[in-house]
């Protein structure tokens, strides 16, 4: 791989999300909170999946896309304090050749009754990988959904 073929940036992505800091962390915490709003491919098969979010824990999952190919998520996380932060770098693969590896930030803040949410990742797209735009615009959709599933969430509690 030649080193014009990489591509080297940092975005970040805020968002206020409905309720508290340990509120919203259990959307990242809890496997089946997380699902509802990184469940972005419905026609995709999933091949494995684990999860362990812990600081020393590690995430993975791989699917097979509806048109066949393999993807994988590998995430390992570095450190959690509940209900403030997450630090985790991950991996991501598509039919067999790894295609970018980040470092992100997660920053959970108390805004009056609601939490501010600062998401930095600072990636690595390696040629062929995708590109920022794609992964800002991913990355945005799921928070969107995030946002949604925390906002169901405090309603289906009232």
């Known amino acids: 791989m030649k080193t014009s073929e990489i591509e080297h940036t940092t975005f970040v992505i805020e968002r206020e999300l409905p309720g508290s800091p340990r509120h919203a962390f259990r959307f990242w ?38 048109e066949g190919d393999e993807q994988t998520f590998n995430a390992f996380y570095l450190d959690i ?9 991950y991996e991501m693969s598509f ?5 970018s590896a980040s470092l992100v ?8 009754a609601q939490t501010h949410m600062k998401f930095t990742e600072q990636a ?11 992964r800002v615009m991913g990355t ?7 946002i ?7 309603s289906d509690a009232k």
């Open 29 to 66: 915490a809890e496997p089946k909170l997380k699902e509802r709003w990184t469940g972005c491919h419905p026609d995709w098969t999933v091949l494995h999946e684990q999860f362990d979010f812990r600081a020393g824990g590690s995430e993975a999952k791989r699917w097979r896309t509806s």
């Open 105 to 112: 930030t997660i920053e959970l803040t108390p805004s009056g």
């Open 148 to 154: 949604r599933a925390i906002a169901e969430e405090t």
């Open 81 to 89: 304090a509940p209900g403030q932060r997450i630090i985790y770098a």
């Open 95 to 99: 039919r067999g050749e790894r295609i």
């Open 124 to 134: 690595v797209f390696l040629g062929g990988g995708g590109t920022r735009q794609q």
């Open 140 to 146: 945005e959709e799921g928070f969107d959904r995030l």
